[in-house]
């Protein structure tokens, strides 16, 4: 039981490549998200799913794309990377048969847009 | 808008000693969820303790435990027997419970930063 899996854990881009983050969870667990954090701004929501075919936007979506074809992945796309997107991305997934929602979160993709 | 507040950016602590973690939070709702996370070096989130906000009955896992005051809006966290694997970067973070279509978001505080001196 890997639980939630993400790559690559460390990645350097120019401003304006494109590029995708891997997530995917083990557990069959409807519900995903992606967070970033930023230091002194804890973690900040960008999007996300309570289920296959369904998405939604977070606190913090411009610059970010979606999509939920699975209910084991959850890739998170950047358009056209900018400095403002140098971050820690964690990916995290929940049951909604456990009421208190916990999140179990991957280990991070630690991005620098140079 | 609900908000979690962390005022503590960082705090220190000696091996064996206790500590407390601050944490307050603004919400309409009366149902709802606490947590503390853990962010060690490693960067990997770790769920420390939870605390639903209708028992009244402080949550407590070993040597963590919570001060819950629901009418204050106060979600502390104390530490006991503090060890050097405790250092680490501690979230607070409030969700709402899932029906009525909730989301599965958290909202967290900004952090407070544990060190632990031996």
Same mark, same amino acid.
């Given at each position: 039981?890997?639980?939630v899996t ?8 120019k401003?304006g490549? #494109? ?6 969870? +083990?557990m069959?667990?409807e ?6 954090? +930023?230091?002194g701004m804890?973690?900040?929501?960008i999007h ?7 998405t +939604?936007q977070?606190?913090?979506p411009n610059g970010?794309?979606v999509s939920r074809?699975t209910?084991e +992945?959850?890739?998170?796309r950047?358009l056209?990377?900018?400095? #403002?997107q140098? #971050?820690?991305?964690?990916c995290a997934?929940?049951s909604?048969?456990?009421?208190d929602? #916990?999140?179990y979160?991957g280990?991070g993709?630690?991005l620098?847009?140079t | 808008?609900?908000t979690?507040?962390q005022s503590q ?5 000696q091996e064996?000693?206790?500590v407390?973690l601050s ?5 309409s709702?009366s149902?709802y969820?606490?947590?503390?996370y853990k962010?060690?070096?490693s960067?990997q989130?770790i769920l ?6 209708? &028992? ?7 040597r963590?435990?919570v001060?819950?005051q629901k009418?204050? &809006?106060?979600?502390?966290?104390k530490?006991?027997d503090s ?6 970067m501690?979230f ?5 419970p899932?029906?009525g279509?909730?989301?599965? &978001?958290?909202i967290?505080?900004?952090?407070t930063l544990?060190?632990v001196?031996?």
């Amino acid at each position: 039981n890997a639980g939630v899996t993400q790559t690559p854990k460390f990645q350097v881009l120019k401003t304006g490549q #494109s590029m995708t983050l891997q997530c995917a969870q +083990d557990m069959n667990h409807e519900y995903m998200s992606w967070y970033r954090q +930023d230091p002194g701004m804890g973690l900040r929501l960008i999007h996300y799913s309570v289920g296959a075919g369904i998405t +939604d936007q977070g606190e913090v979506p411009n610059g970010y794309n979606v999509s939920r074809s699975t209910t084991e +992945d959850f890739p998170l796309r950047l358009l056209s990377a900018a400095p #403002s997107q140098t #971050s820690v991305y964690f990916c995290a997934s929940s049951s909604p048969r456990s009421r208190d929602g #916990s999140l179990y979160f991957g280990p991070g993709t630690r991005l620098t847009v140079t | 808008a609900q908000t979690v507040t962390q005022s503590q950016p960082e705090m220190s602590v000696q091996e064996a000693e206790t500590v407390t973690l601050s944490c307050t939070y603004d919400t309409s709702e009366s149902d709802y969820y606490l947590f503390w996370y853990k962010q060690p070096p490693s960067r990997q989130m770790i769920l420390v303790i939870r605390q639903e906000a209708y &028992k009244q009955q402080n949550a407590t896992e070993n040597r963590f435990s919570v001060n819950f005051q629901k009418a204050a &809006k106060s979600f502390s966290l104390k530490i006991s027997d503090s060890q050097l694997g405790d250092a680490a970067m501690y979230f607070c973070a409030y969700r709402i419970p899932f029906y009525g279509g909730a989301t599965n &978001k958290l909202i967290f505080g900004t952090g407070t930063l544990l060190a632990v001196q031996p």
